[in-house]
């Protein structure tokens, strides 16, 4: 029994468990501090005696008048231990009161405050008296004798049989009678005979002496052996050596606590066994500490710091296969290394392997859980557009059978310029937001006083930009502009990405469609967009108001160039040679040797990107360059001429080819990339081209087509219309005429109505003059809103038969349109200086007289846009406008470097005025030449042509 008086350090109620402590303050418990741990427990069991007692007085005493006795609860429910002691084992223990002392030990072990693994066989019987109850350490022994039978012990141990045993509690609680301190013997006198000892005579040897016959016990060799022993002892070839007297003594000594000392010491025993270590020296006592802590299997430290001769031992563990080679089975030992670490690497491969597998797996599983997660998504929201879409196609109808009353009614038009390509498109325009806002001039709408109008912007408008229209629509008598106009701009465009259209910005800021709503409620209003597509279609669903325009899908496929050759051919128009709808380019190759063999008279084709616009995807192949072409065609077959050209085009085309934008498409992998991806045409260009007049028309809802101007077309760079002029006097105009309402007719029958335009081409062919439908765009221009703006600033009215424009003095007016010009240094300028230089200049529009210059804003000329318009009575006095008017531009700039920058398209307007002026100077002198004057040279070339 280990004597739990001398742990001085631990508290009371409590032995080394794991670190754990019990405090007991000295304010409640002073009289507990010196005890040691088994009278506290005699106190807490007498105690708790005496007050059972007392509690069984109480009951007996406690009955009613009748004799009855009252039911009460012998106990009430004790605390237990706090929060943090249940949730961690290893936190300190809280402070044993005497109060929780008194309510018993019992109740003190199941409520926590004395640990569960604490020993209290000593207060149950004193450390002097009968114990009734011992506990000592479980005999774990190995498992091959496990299975053992042995006998088992049934003496008394001189005692009565344990049966008959019963436990005295008051009289193992008495204290033992003090024990009387032994008496120190008197100092031993020695003989003396005179003043000095006698020798030879000692003096009697004191009590306990071994000579002493007077000493009541005598210690054996086996006691002395117990108490001064250092208990170590030998562990030789893996085997400890128990049948030494320093074993067996050791063995008497911790025989309480042996079975874990046995576990330790069979952990040695396998440690040295499994090195083959001949012979080890152990320290018992470094061996019963270690197992007092009772922690399982020991570390290696641990069981080395038990052994003396460390020094001898440790270079022998720490010999390279020591273990395998004088280990005790070491082959086998080797074996089963080998062995495991094959396992473990095959079983990591395969735990790899799983590992990735079931994280394949669960992406898989995760990334399908998304896609079903978004498909359902895209179906309902597909379900929700579709819903709204049929009822925008009901509204639609109802709108095109009420047209030829809303048009003569109050209305509200919402005009929307927004140019929806597609992102690629967008990023790649120079100044794209500037272009949007390119049809600012919409708001002379306002001319009609039955109509409001609602324009959106993509960024705020300059006040300078809008008194400047203001100011034209006064001229014109319009009153009341601030209330019939409203100019909304989407709240979240500075937040939005770049390349962003117009009508998706709208549709991404919540207060500008709100706005909408609410200007549109109660009235009668439609929508004017730009370039049509689903994202006009969705914003006319969620405003649920009828559109001026194309529905989507009908725009997206006729306004292609494929689907533009589709609707000519239906009009009866007719249209160069060539093939459209390809998508290949192997079959681009093979249809284009196959026309340049058997159409010689045409020396330069087209090749057309079928989504793109204004030159932008357009390349040319000039037959001439061709090197199989050089010899004489007549000698040559044309099946062979076709299969030479095939193979040179196969090889060369990209060095062959010329393409027109080569900001767009640099080379030929790009755009043959984007012919591919696509879909496109190819066609013949005609040898002798004289013009390129466009044909702008608007198509009612209710099916009428109206021809609003023939312009002709200024080109520059090659194939590209930069600007325009009017009017065209190349070509009659019935001609025209005639082939634009038959295109227009067609395009209602597909459901296609707003405004559009044609491109034509004109050239000479036998001294005939032909004509054919290039392009159709199903969209308001720029150019023609420009002759609704030279109509406007003139008041001048069509005339239906000869497309010319005349003024309240019954004069033939003319312009010239420069296209819209953009040049990173036209921002440079301020606007009111730029304005009053140009009046010093004499460039200005003479309200009189309603011929001048009118420039044609997108906002204040700092967004380094400008177009402008000259207007004369002559043919020559508009292209003399425009050719000063861009001197003084170019003057303004004052950099000749920067015009040539790619993000400027200044240097082609400049070309397209020059060119036009050379055009009007050679016509001049060839009417000199003939003594007649250009509109009767005009006249003479319409009839020749008919």
């Known amino acids: 029994m280990p004597n739990y008086a001398a742990n001085a350090n631990l508290p009371p109620l409590m032995s080394s468990h794991r670190g754990m402590t019990v405090d007991v303050p000295p304010a409640t418990s002073t009289r507990l501090m010196n005890s040691s741990v088994a009278d506290v427990v005699h106190q807490v069991v007498e105690e708790g005696l005496n007050s059972s007692r007392r509690k069984k007085r109480q009951v007996g005493t406690n009955s009613s008048a009748a004799g009855k006795k009252k039911l009460n609860k012998l106990s009430k429910p004790h605390n237990v231990l706090p929060k943090a002691n249940r949730r961690d084992p290893t936190a300190p223990l809280p402070v044993v009161t005497e109060t929780e002392l008194n309510k018993g030990l019992f109740s003190c072990i199941n409520r926590g405050l004395i640990p569960p693994s604490f020993d209290v066989t000593g207060a149950m019987g004193g450390e002097a008296g009968l114990q009734p109850l011992a506990a000592e350490p479980i005999d774990l022994r190995p498992h091959e004798q496990k299975f053992v039978r042995c006998e088992h012990l049934t003496a008394d141990y001189g005692l009565a049989p344990l049966c008959n045993l019963k436990l005295d509690i008051e009289t193992m609680l008495k204290p033992p009678p003090p024990q009387p301190l032994p008496s120190q013997p008197p100092p031993a006198e020695v003989p003396v005979e005179g003043d000095k000892p006698v020798e030879g005579k000692l003096p009697p040897p004191p009590s306990g002496h071994l000579g002493d016959t007077t000493r009541d016990e005598t210690r054996t060799y086996t006691e002395l052996l117990d108490m001064y022993s250092l208990h170590e002892f030998v562990i030789r070839k893996g085997q400890a050596l128990d049948n030494t007297p320093e074993f067996q003594s050791y063995h008497r000594s911790y025989k309480s606590n042996w079975g874990s000392i046995t576990a330790v010491i069979t952990q040695l025993e396998r440690l040295l066994t499994e090195y083959g270590v001949p012979l080890a020296y152990i320290d018992g006592k470094v061996v019963a500490k270690l197992a007092q802590i009772d922690m399982g299997p020991m570390a290696h430290d641990q069981l080395m710091a038990c052994i ?196 998706k910005s709208v549709l991404y800021s919540q207060r500008n469609m709100k706005r909408l709503s609410s200007l549109t409620k109660g009235k009668q209003a439609y929508i004017v967009p730009g370039v049509v597509s689903k994202e006009e279609l969705q914003l006319a669903s969620r405003l649920r108001l009828p559109m001026i325009g194309p529905d989507p899908a009908i725009s997206h496929h006729f306004s292609s160039k494929s689907g533009a050759k589709r609707i000519f051919e239906l009009a009866d128009v007719v249209t160069p040679i060539g093939a459209y709808d390809m998508f290949e380019e192997g079959e681009l190759l093979v249809i284009l040797s196959k026309f340049i063999a058997e159409y010689p008279e045409h020396p330069r084709w087209l090749i057309k990107i079928d989504n793109e616009f204004n030159g932008r995807g357009l390349a040319c192949i000039d037959v001439r360059r061709l090197k199989c072409l050089e010899e004489e065609r007549v000698a040559m077959d044309v099946a062979v001429l076709r299969e030479k050209v095939y193979l040179e085009l196969k090889d060369y085309i990209g060095k062959r080819v010329k393409i027109i934008n080569q900001q767009v498409y640099p080379e030929w992998s790009s755009f043959i990339k984007a012919f591919n991806a696509n879909g496109g045409v190819v066609e013949a260009v005609p040898s002798e081209c004289i013009s390129s007049p466009v044909a702008n028309m608007y198509i009612h809802p209710d099916g009428s087509v109206q021809l609003l101007s023939v312009q002709e077309q200024v080109l520059s760079p090659q194939y590209c219309g930069m600007g325009v002029s009017f009017p065209q006097t190349t070509v009659p105009h019935a001609a025209v005429r005639d082939a634009t309402l038959s295109v227009g007719s067609v395009c209602y029958q597909k459901k296609i109505m707003g405004y559009a335009s044609v491109e034509y081409v004109v050239f000479s062919k036998n001294g005939q003059l032909r004509m054919w439908a290039v392009d159709l765009e199903l969209h308001l221009t720029n150019t023609s809103l420009v002759h609704r703006l030279f109509q406007f600033a003139t008041n001048s009215r069509a005339e239906p038969e000869t497309g010319l424009c005349l003024s309240e003095n019954q004069e033939n007016l003319h312009y010239v349109y420069s296209g819209l010009i953009y040049h990173p240094y036209i921002g440079s300028l301020r606007h009111s200086v730029f304005f009053n230089r140009c009046k010093l200049k004499g460039i200005a529009f003479d309200t009189v007289e309603r011929v001048g210059t009118v420039f044609h804003l997108v906002d204040s000329i700092l967004r380094g846009c400008i177009g402008v318009l000259c207007i004369g009575k002559t043919e020559d006095d508009p292209v003399r406008m425009l050719s000063e008017a861009m001197e003084f531009i170019q003057q303004q700039l004052n950099s000749s470097t920067a015009t040539d920058e790619c993000d400027s398209n200044f240097s082609n307007a400049a070309t397209a005025a020059r060119s036009l002026f050379q055009k009007v100077i050679a016509q001049r002198r060839v009417c000199t030449h003939h003594n007649e004057t250009p509109s009767s040279r005009a006249k003479r070339l319409r009839r020749a042509g008919c």
């Open 308 to 503: 003396t001769n460390r020094d001898d031992v440790t270079p022998l563990l720490k010999t390279p296969g020591r273990k395998y080679q004088d280990g005790m089975d070491g082959v086998h030992n080797a074996a089963v290394k080998v062995q495991s670490i094959a396992r473990m690497f095959l079983q990591r491969r395969r735990f790899k392997d799983l590992r990735e597998s079931n994280f394949a797996a669960l992406l898989i599983q995760r990334h399908w859980q998304i896609h079903q997660q978004h498909m359902v998504t895209r179906t309902q929201i597909n379900k929700g557009l579709l819903k709204e879409e049929t009822r925008w196609r009901r509204l639609m109808d109802s709108f095109i059978h009420d047209w030829g009353k809303i048009k003569d009614e109050k209305r509200l038009v919402i005009h929307i310029p927004s140019l929806s390509y597609t992102p690629e498109q967008c990023t790649s325009i120079p100044f794209y937001n500037c272009f949007q806002n390119a049809q600012l001039a919409r708001i002379i709408d306002l001319i009609d006083p039955n109509v409001e109008v609602v324009y959106l912007s993509p960024f705020p408008i300059e006040q300078e930009a809008l008194q400047y229209y203001t100011r034209l629509l006064q001229m014109a008598g319009v009153n009341d502009i601030t209330s019939r106009l409203q100019v909304l701009v989407p709240e979240n465009q500075g937040r939005l990405p770049e390349g962003l259209s117009l009508t």
